[in-house]
């Protein structure tokens, strides 16, 4: 369910948290007084132990190995933390005028019912257990996230043609390809029911049969016409990739080599095409985990790529982007965090109970 992006545990909460999760929406209710069934407090504003558990549950309903008291403790303090972290940003986003409104919730649950009948949206409610007032409250969160980062974070970042050409000039060697280049995007779906959905539609197949029918509805979509990167954001279930249309970059070609009917697939493939469905097989016990569909972006040829190259400077231009905005949060949210007056109720018992 987590996507380790950065290095400590402290700051993988504190992305999650900021890139808005289905997991860490709507989970607070305001009571007076704490009682045995409040995890946490954020400014006085309620984490239920009931939803924390119900996450807890989700996240390890995957792992075939029973976890001891301390590694479910280790994994409900982790949850618990992110639950906060969120909650420190709702509430601040309300503080700064920043919060979704019902025009902003309204709009986005139209654009996402567009791309189901109504039947199929039910259905989909229906499989994460959600009624109508659940869904749109983790729209009102999840947007309420993105305005408050766009304005406090990404508006303020500037990415400058000499900090570009410094980065290349000290990486130039990165832009040698040694060997042909496939840039590449996919589609992704898992048997797993176990696994969080990654996408904006939060869509998940719920086991093989179903995956197997999922894969190709989206190859259907994409046959009539529908944008691979769009189908991508909305439907595939791989975490690294979904947000970003399913772009995977350049793979080198003897990594492609390593799956001979992926390679197959893709060498046969002009740029913007896309392959049929392929499986996905565990690497180790060969078991079908999933199906794929692959597009061709454009093949890049070996040699040295110059700094006046419009996809090189691109490049760089994403990757000095995506770290900044990664420090920039962190920080902030660390400051949020120094504000906020937070009693972890959980940490508390814990320690109590090791005392004893």
Do not use: W
């Not at 998940?204 to 990167?229: P, V, W």
């Not at 090189?312 to 920080?331: D, E, P, S, Y």
Request: aromatic share 6%; with cysteine; net charge negative.
């Amino acid at each position: 369910m987590f996507v380790p992006l950065v290095s400590s545990a402290r700051s993988r909460s504190m992305l999650l948290a900021l890139t808005g999760l289905t997991l860490l929406a709507g989970i607070a209710a305001c009571h007076r007084t704490p009682g045995s069934g409040v995890a946490a407090t954020v400014n006085g504003k309620e984490i239920q132990r009931a939803d924390l558990e119900r996450y807890y549950q989700t996240n390890v309903s995957s792992n075939p190995r029973q976890l001891s008291n301390e590694e479910a403790n280790i994994q409900r303090l982790n949850i618990l933390r992110q639950l906060i972290e969120d909650e420190i940003l709702q509430q601040h986003a309300a503080k700064v005028n920043l919060a979704a409104s019902d025009e902003d919730v309204n709009a986005k649950l139209t654009e996402i019912k567009a791309r189901f009948t109504q039947e199929e949206f039910d259905a989909q409610l229906k499989s994460r257990s959600l009624t109508m007032d659940d869904f749109k409250r983790d729209l009102r969160r999840q947007l309420t996230r993105t305005k408050l980062i766009n304005k406090e974070i990404e508006s303020k970042i500037n990415i400058t043609d000499s900090e570009i050409s410094a980065y290349y000039n000290a990486h130039k060697a990165e832009f040698n390809l040694i060997e042909p280049q496939y840039h590449m995007a996919q589609i992704v779906v898992t048997t797993s029911p176990a696994q969080q959905p990654s996408n904006l539609q939060n869509n998940k197949a719920t086991g093989e049969a179903d995956a197997k029918k999922k894969i190709q509805t989206l190859h259907n979509r994409l046959d009539s016409g529908e944008d691979f990167g769009a189908v991508a954001m909305n439907f595939s279930e791989d975490p690294n990739t979904a947000s970003n249309g399913g772009d995977m970059g350049f793979v080198a070609e003897s990594a492609l080599h390593t799956d001979a009917e992926v390679y197959g697939a893709v060498g046969k493939l002009k740029t913007d095409q896309y392959t049929d469905i392929l499986p996905i097989y565990e690497s180790t016990s060969h078991r079908l985990v999933g199906y794929a569909i692959y597009k061709l972006i454009s093949r890049e040829p070996a040699g040295q790529r110059e700094l006046h190259d419009p996809r090189v400077q691109q490049t760089i231009h994403t990757l000095l982007h995506n770290n900044r905005a990664q420090l920039l949060q962190n920080a902030y949210l660390e400051t949020l965090h120094n504000e906020a007056k937070v009693r972890n109720f959980l940490a508390e018992q814990i320690l109590k109970q090791d005392a004893q």
